[in-house]
């Protein structure tokens, strides 16, 4: 038996455990007291994080694309291929007419060569990854009002906090282990409220349950922001020593009556005053967001009320306080620490900035780094389906499940003269790809993470990959030397997090040797630091907090005669994004195993309409037949469904409308109408 | 699979093989197979005892024997396709082979009902257990005394074994009724329309000479089970017939516990007064 | 009388791993105390009940169950017999429990797979967590390790058990071991009794429904509860196919989850939250109680550490007493 202390896969969390092996294959897991994030426990994910690794459908050699079929090839045919491939669509079209996505489940030592390789190699800023379906909006709120697009806090703050306001996170199912501690602060006496209209497991536990229409977020805020400052309730010391832009912002809000609020947001306004009174009186207030916040065409004005609010109140910089995005994949925060985004190197160095592309070209061998910033990938699709974009190099991404409106996305990957995807499983995008390369899972290989909290840990390989995969740090090695570059040689991983911190200030005391059992929480900028797991201590990152105006803005799609009903599409508990993982995971998927709808029963009684019977839903995008879950969790009106089941897939339906500045889709709210199916 | 076994050890866990004869169909949901073990030796089930049938893939699922251990040379399987297993099993043609553990749990005791009177009521798939005790009626009548089968559907096309009930019906030896919830105007139905429990009141029962077998889904029990006592049928003289998600058949895994019992070893079948104050038992 | 000093135990265990696949727990680099060869590192006995269960020995939360390919069905060859010393007295009294379950009516031969023949050795004296006195289990294993706070006294008690024991030269005198048999006796667990008394409520039904939906508003279902309890026997089954064979193993389960009693038809028996919470605590202090005459929690103390929210079994037992009573 032997057991390796690594990070678990799934969320953002940062859970770390054992593996356990029996020498050859995982038989189990066990969890660790002594770190701080897991304290011995895990959620069902992590319980069962060992089933998938060993399953038979795990991709174990090269495939390339023959008269139509996939085929199994070396690995020097694959990588000659990928590399001619790249080439030749570059050759003809420009260098921009390829595109990297990097994945939030690859390590950052991945993601910092896989932007390596998409710049330097092929002189592309072409890469971004899932973030942008996720957290771009919180990257460029809180960079623009904050300094730094990162949790503030740390998870160990919610056991100090006296009022803790969760809005848009569905905290127990999604970061499970977080959403303990809140319910474990709320049991203490904390103050929670909870802004959701869905009736989430903490809503059972809120002082306040704010059920606000699906984005209506600015309007509530706004109007809590307008209570705060009318009755006086504002942390003057604070927005004087520590903030700008106070004024104008101020003069902003000042029209957020609650009652005007209460006429957006469908609430009263007796509920937007007690939540802004109980929030500006407790001594230190966190607030939790995710996806209801950042999945909007408005998602960075989301982000912004959030930001504002805090500063408002003071709770930013201390323990118990603080604006707390919860980043979804275990390492999405790494990926763009990293810099698989399209305008930024690692630890958000400016593309656009010469003497950081002198710098990072002198430590790659002197070529010049290509200058103006990339596409984001939510463009990037749209110029693929344009014909604008000819190649696509996908690491460890799903986009025909994940990314908003399927059709638009099958259009626009098949229409790629060159579609490469490296993968675990053959999923369904690499099923549609020219080549598949296949990659070790996390159990398999060695690197680092960075979980929600900024804190990097260490990930250690339990067993060895199936067959010829390798892990994705090998492959994107092998890529450069295929394409006859040299200057990605790494022994090990560890190499690799030299560069990185060499490279990257927030990096620059990291190193594998430093990060046993509790790892470091970036910024982290010399080999003495010892991390910092509270931001904006003494000063903001940017040096005064900045408020910024907002205006309130409707979602792209609301409901009428046609579509009547609000869809808003997220994940459950037991299942992780496109399912390639947990779907593969016995307990998992019989506990959830068929593609649903949740419909309140007042609506299905309106349209005769019964729990566990098949429903079509149908947008202006496209149509699904799923099947019904009658609860009143979602409030009459709303639809809810999960985007992990490739059978039924919700993101036939969302709509590829997406916020000005961050790019993100707005998953969180599509206009659909329902019918009995058959 | 690292693990020791020592030769004296039984393999609790290792299906036998077994060959399907022939596949019928008995409504659109279900199917009737005919199994033999391939090495010929008979499967040793009492009526109301279960196997678990193993398809390499899909697991296990428990089912019911249907048919009588006096019919020999096979036995008979009726399957409704509900879940992956069974959907898989709905696939097999004669000649195709399949695991089989078992057979599993309690029986029905028949020397208990040896010159009694018998009151075999089913409803829905119930009759797939039951029909294991009806038939070994039919092959021994001489044991019991009065024998009544009752048996109701939701409509026409949900009735299982229609052959069988046609020929029961006309067969001296038994009082066989057969009820379903709805007709619809095509439907060409020979027996009574409303509701199973309707049928008892009407029964001329004689309490202490009396056993009744109750099998069916969890809704018809308490129903049943009220007529029934409203004839002055004590609770030891109801037998009733459990289904739980079985997974393993030998009591291990957890999945079918009733409180304190374990319905594959326990039951399935159970004499109500064993099951009437556990809660979630009926 | 004998004893090892701590400094010696890796050598003692070590000398056994010819013979025997030794599991000590010792202590992980990061600081966990986890069941493992006498080679990967010091023994670490003291310290009380490990984190997770010792019967996955036996147990383990994923294992093969047969293995179906073209040449029929597959089962693998030997090892070496288990000598596992780190059980507390508590575990001791769970291990117990579960090979009467395992045994009994049909004999899992899985699990007997590994258990037969294996050696048991248990830790006490002043070896719990922060040095705190573990009570003497005065049997129900093949030998004892008892620290009297310098010394581990080795108690045989079986036949293999002092073949062990037998290895090493006497050096002490037996007041020692007389003295902290006099101490275990005068322990009580105040937990025992509050368990007891929740046990009677509930055969008594004297715990209404809204009590366990109450508790389950703060179940996540991690399942961690189950996973770490050593008489949780409950398991799944799957079939992984691949070209040439296909490999059925089981895997621990949870009655935590909503799918554990779900039927093909969409009946659940534990068709709520609060039913499953039920379950969870009824199963052990009732449920066990009818079927096996004993309560099946021995207060290993596993699930209450390991509950992300606080509603382990002793805590809800707590409630229940306090509520209730």
């Not at chain 2, 009733?258 to 039951?267: A, W």
């Not at chain 3, 996955?56 to 069905?73: H, K, R, T």
């Not at chain 3, 090892?79 to 507390?88: S, Y």
């Not at chain 3, 797979?113 to 294993?141: D, E, H, Y």
């Amino acid at each position: 038996m032997k057991r390796t202390f690594t990070v678990c896969p799934y969320c953002g969390t940062g859970c770390m455990f054992y593996l356990l092996s029996d020498g050859n294959r995982l038989v189990g897991v066990e969890p660790s007291r002594n770190h701080p994030v897991s304290r011995g426990g895990l959620c069902v994910k992590g319980w069962n994080a060992f089933s998938f690794v060993g399953h038979p459908d795990r991709l174990t050699v090269p495939l390339v694309r023959k008269d139509g079929e996939l085929v199994p090839v070396s690995w020097d045919e694959a990588l000659a291929r990928v590399v001619s491939g790249l080439r030749s669509v570059q050759g003809r079209y420009g260098k921009d007419s390829i595109m990297f996505a990097s994945s939030a489940k690859a390590t950052n030592e991945e993601n910092f060569l896989l932007m390596k390789l998409a710049r330097r190699v092929f002189g592309t800023n072409n890469i971004d990854h899932c973030a942008r379906l996720c957290h771009s909006s919180t990257v460029v709120g809180l960079a623009e009002t904050f300094g730094s697009g990162a949790m503030t806090n740390s998870i160990d703050c919610i056991d100090k906090a006296d009022l803790i306001f969760v809005i848009g996170s569905n905290t127990t199912e999604q970061h499970p282990l977080i959403g303990t501690r809140i319910i474990n602060a709320a049991k203490r006496g904390a103050k929670l409220i909870v802004a959701d209209n869905r009736v989430i497991r903490l809503a059972r536990h809120a002082d306040s349950h704010l059920r606000h229409k699906n984005g209506s977020d600015v309007a509530l805020l706004s109007g809590m922001m307008q209570v705060i400052i009318s009755e006086g309730l504002e942390n003057r010391a604070f927005i004087d020593s520590r903030t700008e832009g106070y004024h104008e912002f101020a003069e902003s809000v000042r029209e957020w009556t609650p009652e005007r609020a209460a006429s957006f947001t469908g609430l009263s306004a007796a509920e937007i005053s007690d939540a802004a009174r109980q929030y500006a009186a407790a001594g230190s207030a966190m607030i939790f967001y995710s996806m209801g916040i950042t999945q909007h065409t408005h998602g960075v004005d989301n982000v912004r009320c959030i930001a504002n609010l805090a500063m408002l109140t003071g709770n930013v910089g201390r323990e118990g306080t603080g604006v707390n995005p919860l980043r979804g994949q275990n390492n999405v925060q790494g990926g763009c620490d990293m810099g698989a985004l399209p305008d930024l190197y690692s630890g958000y160095q400016k593309v656009a900035d010469p003497s950081v592309r002198l710098k990072f070209e002198k430590a790659w061998g002197g070529a010049l780094l290509p200058a103006t910033p990339g596409l984001p990938l939510t463009l990037a699709m749209n110029a693929a389906a344009r014909g604008d974009l000819k190649g696509m190099f996908i690491m460890g991404e799903n986009p025909l499940i994940s990314d908003p409106d399927q059709a638009h996305v099958l259009a626009a990957l098949q229409s790629l003269e060159l579609l490469v995807v490296q993968d675990i499983f053959l999923t369904e995008t690499a099923q549609l790809a020219d080549v598949v390369l296949p990659a070790a899972c996390f159990a398999e290989k060695d690197g680092s993470f960075t979980n929600t909290e900024r804190r990097i840990q260490l990930l250690k390989k339990a067993v060895e990959p199936p067959g010829e995969a390798k892990a994705d740090w090998e492959i994107i090695c092998g890529v450069a030397a295929a394409a006859g570059f040299y200057g990605m040689k790494y022994e090990n991983t560890s190499g690799i997090m030299a560069e990185i911190a060499s490279l990257t200030p927030i990096y620059a005391g990291v190193s594998h040797r430093r990060l046993p059992l509790a790892g470091l929480q970036w910024p982290c900028t010399d080999a003495d630091h010892p991390g910092t797991p509270i931001l904006h201590r003494e000063r903001f990152s940017r040096g005064l907090g900045k408020f910024v105006p907002v205006t309130y803005r409707p979602p792209a799609e609301t409901p009428d005669d046609a579509y009547p009903f609000v869809l808003t599409t997220g994940r459950t508990y037991f299942h992780w994004h496109t399912g390639s993982m947990t779907r593969r995971t016995h307990l998992l998927d019989r506990e959830e195993n068929r593609a649903f709808v949740e419909m309140n029963p007042d609506d299905a009684t309106k349209l005769g309409i019964k729990g566990g019977e098949r429903a079509v839903v149908s947008s202006r995008r496209g149509e699904i037949t799923v099947f019904t879950k009658l609860t009143d969790v979602v409030p009459p009106g709303v639809l809810f469904m999960p985007f992990h089941f490739a059978e039924g897939a919700a993101n036939a339906l969302t709509n590829n409308e997406l916020d000005p500045e961050s790019h993100i889709p707005e998953f969180k709210v599509s206009a659909v109408r329902v019918r009995r199916a058959g | 699979m690292a693990r020791t076994t020592s030769p004296a050890e039984e393999l609790l866990y290792n299906p036998c093989e077994a060959e399907i004869i022939s596949v019928a169909d008995l409504t659109p949901d279900e199917k009737l197979f005919s199994l033999r073990m391939t090495d010929n030796r008979p499967l040793g089930h009492l009526p109301g005892q279960f196997v678990q049938l193993s398809i390499p893939g899909y697991t296990e699922a428990p089912i019911s024997v249907a048919s009588s251990p006096t019919r020999t040379g096979f036995f008979d399987l009726a399957i409704r396709r509900a879940g992956t297993l069974t959907a898989e099993m709905h696939r097999k043609v004669p000649g195709d082979t399949v695991g089989i553990r078992g057979p599993f749990g309690s029986s029905f005791d028949l020397t208990a009902f040896q010159g009694k009177d018998l009151l075999l009521i089913s409803g829905g798939c119930g009759l797939a257990p039951l029909r294991s005790l009806i038939q070994y009626c039919q092959d021994c009548r001489d044991e019991f005394a009065r024998v009544a089968v009752i048996y109701g559907a939701r409509n026409p096309d949900a009735l299982l074994f229609k052959n069988d009930l046609a020929e029961w019906r006309n067969s001296p030896a038994f009082d066989c009724s057969v009820t379903v919830d709805n007709v619809s105007g095509g439907d060409c139905f020979y027996g009574s329309v409303g509701l199973l429990p309707a049928l008892i009141p009407p029964l001329e029962v004689i309490p202490k000479n009396t056993i009744a077998v109750v099998v069916g889904p969890p809704p018809m029990y308490r129903a049943v089970i009220e007529e029934l006592k409203k004839k002055g049928m004590a609770s030891s003289r109801i037998l009733l017939s459990l289904e739980r998600q079985m997974r393993c058949g030998v009591g291990k895994c957890g999945h079918c516990t009733i409180e304190h019992l374990y319905c594959c070893t326990d039951g399935p079948v159970f004499r109500l007064d064993q099951v009437e104050g556990v809660r979630g038992a009926i | 009388m004998k004893t090892v000093i701590p400094d010696r135990l890796q050598e003692f265990f070590i000398g056994f791993t010819d013979e025997f696949e030794v599991k000590v727990p010792v202590l992980t680099t990061e600081g966990e105390r986890v069941f493992a060869s006498p080679f990967d590192g010091p023994p670490a006995l003291s310290g009380g009940a490990l984190a997770a269960k010792p019967t996955a020995v036996f147990f383990p939360q994923q294992d093969g169950v047969i293995s179906i390919g073209s040449e029929g069905l597959l089962h693998a060859s030997s090892a070496k017999p288990l000598f596992v010393a780190g059980f507390t007295p508590r575990d001791l009294l769970c291990l117990r429990f579960i090979d009467r379950f395992f045994a009994e009516g049909y004999r899992d031969d899985i699990y007997f797979s590994r258990r037969k023949g294996a050696l048991i050795a248990a830790v006490s004296g002043f070896s719990g967590a922060s040095g705190g006195f573990v009570p003497l289990s005065g049997g129900a294993c093949d030998l004892e390790f008892v620290f009297d706070g310098a010394v581990w006294i080795v108690v045989p008690y079986s036949e293999p058990g002092k073949r062990i024991a037998a290895r090493i030269p006497d050096d002490a005198a037996d007041d020692a071991l007389a003295a902290l048999l006099e101490k275990s006796g005068g322990c009580v667990d105040e937990d025992a009794a509050i368990i007891q008394a929740a046990s009677k409520l509930l055969l008594n039904e004297m715990v209404p429904d809204r009590f366990w939906d109450s508790v389950a508003e703060s179940c996540i279902q991690c399942t961690g509860c189950n996973l770490v309890c050593p008489t949780c026997t409950c398991f799944g089954v799957q079939d992984w196919r691949y070209p040439d064979r296909v490999e059925r193993s089981r895997m621990w389960d949870s009655c935590q989850l909503e799918g554990f009693m779900r039927e093909a038809s969409g009946h659940n028996p534990l068709g709520t939250e609060g039913l499953r919470t039920r379950r969870r605590i009824h199963h052990k202090l009732a449920a066990d109680r009818t079927k096996w005459g004993e309560i099946s929690c021995f207060l290993c103390g596993r699930c209450d550490a390991a509950c992300p929210t606080g509603i382990g079994i002793v805590a809800v037992s707590r409630m229940i007493v306090e509520r209730f009573s």
